[in-house]
């Protein structure tokens, strides 16, 4: 699965699961860090981990795990590297205190819903 296809992937899958707010964004034209950060939010802490539980448990099905995950243990974000596609899910005072979408502004936005 390309970065694009995992990228897009990761927010339908975020969206079934009533995350809020989803963002894809395209870096790689000014990062070495990944092609795509997607951003997502979650109604509360517990909201925030049963994301991320069904983000890595869906994905993996499809042959892509994480080479990392940080921050399971907090109230408040979680990252999942998959190398090329970084997911980032927040509550949404994590979310307006880091301001990720603010800080990548120069990348760009991917439209990630079906036609």
């Known amino acids: 699965m390309s970065s694009y296809e995992l990228a897009r992937q990761t927010a339908r899958l975020l969206d079934s699961k009533k995350a809020e707010n989803i963002s894809v964004i395209k870096i790689d034209a000014i990062s070495s860090l990944a092609d795509y950060f997607v951003i997502a939010t979650g109604r509360g802490s517990t909201h925030v981990r049963s994301l991320s539980d069904e983000l890595e448990e869906k994905l993996k099905e499809q042959g ?52």
């Open 64 to 115: 892509a795990t994480p080479a990392r995950i940080e921050g399971y243990r907090s109230d408040s974000w979680i990252l999942l590297d998959y190398a090329n596609v970084v997911v980032h899910i927040f509550t949404q005072e994590a979310r307006d205190f880091y301001d990720l979408d603010r800080l990548w502004t120069d990348g760009t936005k991917v439209s990630w819903q079906e036609a």
